[in-house]
């Protein structure tokens, strides 16, 4: 995952004004004022002005802060990654906020991406941080993102686990059985991406495309992931991007047309409106996106977008989906669920109708 960050000095200013150097630190009138420039610099890439932020709403907002520096540490591309300091951060929060009601839209959401974000180091362990891989903890933790809290970036990151074969055990006559774990992947990948998260949808489209644990449909494909790259928040919009320019230019004509055919209704039916950024920090309007072509120079476009000249042209474009139609989103896991199994009698869902084959 990586976001594009711009260092424009007007915008670094003007985040600067919420804060004044006091004794060679900054202080802030209020811990909004902090909280708003951490989050502000946050999102903007802007580390070494979140950090002092963050470090000065924690007496007031302690999760909140630490929360947002474990995103800091958790960052590979960032100056200050340190993962050891990361996992101490989440698994800290995970375990302070064991008992939060999954309803607290504030503190539930901060519970479910420490739990993710501990199960997701707990898997392989960190070596240079002296923690040792604990698989069991890890599958623990992550059901209980995805099911207690209902958090749908823990369920897809569950569903990736069952499709490696992996996760909590599925027992069928008492032993393991690995192809009902697979087919509990396939499912919940498939209603998040009937929900509309990107991510989902983006991986379901490449599993189609390639006919991997899906039966192969590659205008479905392209249609799905064309829908994902419009769902597609910033900061997940490269690696989205990177699948659509990888089956936008492998698909023939024929394919394309086929999808072309079926665009609007596959944004309106899985389509969903990316969240609303705060527009007042002023770094809402600085997100960069790749121009992208294929390996013949052939400009990479949403399907919505009908080009009159096959051929490459000149001025290059910026890929810029059309917002989608807001669909109504529907829960896809009770809260408190204690097994994460299909639905009975399971409903044909994205990808897949109840035998196992792609929805057409």
């Known amino acids: 995952m990586r976001t594009f960050r ?3 000095a007007g915008s670094v200013a003007s985040i600067l004004m919420l804060g004044s150097a006091v004794a060679g630190e900054v202080v802030f009138r209020s811990p909004d004022d902090a909280m708003k420039q951490g989050i502000s610099a946050f999102n903007g890439g802007y580390y070494e002005l979140a950090l002092p932020a963050l470090e000065a709403l924690e007496p007031a907002k302690p999760q909140i802060a630490r929360y947002y520096m474990a995103r800091i540490y958790a960052d590979n591309e960032g100056a200050y990654t340190d993962h050891g300091k990361a996992y101490r951060l989440y698994k ?3 375990e302070e906020l064991q008992d939060v009601d999954p309803d607290d839209d504030e503190l539930a959401p901060i519970a479910a991406k420490s739990l993710t974000a501990v199960s997701m180091y ?3 362990g960190i070596p240079d941080a002296g923690v040792r ?3 069991e903890t890890a599958n623990r933790d992550l059901q209980r993102a995805a099911l207690t809290f209902n958090d749908e970036d823990a ?8 499709l490696r074969g992996e996760g909590p055990d599925i027992s069928v006559a008492g032993f393991d059985d690995p192809a009902s774990k697979i087919e509990n992947g396939r499912h919940w990948l498939s209603r998040l991406s009937q929900a509309g998260h990107p ?5 379901l489209a490449d599993l189609m495309w390639r006919g991997k644990f ?3 449909n590659q205008a479905a494909a392209l249609n799905l992931i064309d829908v994902a790259v419009a769902n597609a928040p910033p900061s997940e919009r490269v690696w989205i991007e990177d699948i659509y320019q990888n089956i936008f230019c492998s698909a023939g004509e024929g394919v394309r047309q086929q999808a072309t055919g079926r665009v609007a209704e596959w944004h309106n039916r899985y389509g969903r409106s990316p969240e609303s950024r705060d527009s007042k920090d002023g770094l809402d309007n600085l997100t960069v996106e790749p121009v992208r072509t294929c390996a013949n120079g052939e400009l990479v476009h949403p399907m919505g977008v009908v080009t009159t000249d096959p051929k490459p042209v000149s001025q290059p474009q910026i890929i810029s989906a059309p917002a989608p139609q807001s669909g109504q989103r529907s829960a896809l896991i009770p809260a408190g669920a204690s097994a994460l199994q299909p639905a009975s009698p399971p409903s044909p869902v994205l990808g897949m109708t109840p035998n196992g084959e792609t929805a057409r």
């Not at 369920?155 to 069952?162: G, P």
């Open 122 to 124: 707990l898997r392989d």
């Open 92 to 94: 800290a929060l995970a």
């Open 155 to 162: 369920q897809f990151e569950l569903a990736k686990v069952y």
């Open 6 to 8: 711009l260092a424009l």
């Open 133 to 135: 891989a604990d698989v």
């Open 199 to 203: 991510g989902a949808q983006a991986f």
């Open 214 to 216: 899906v039966q192969k």
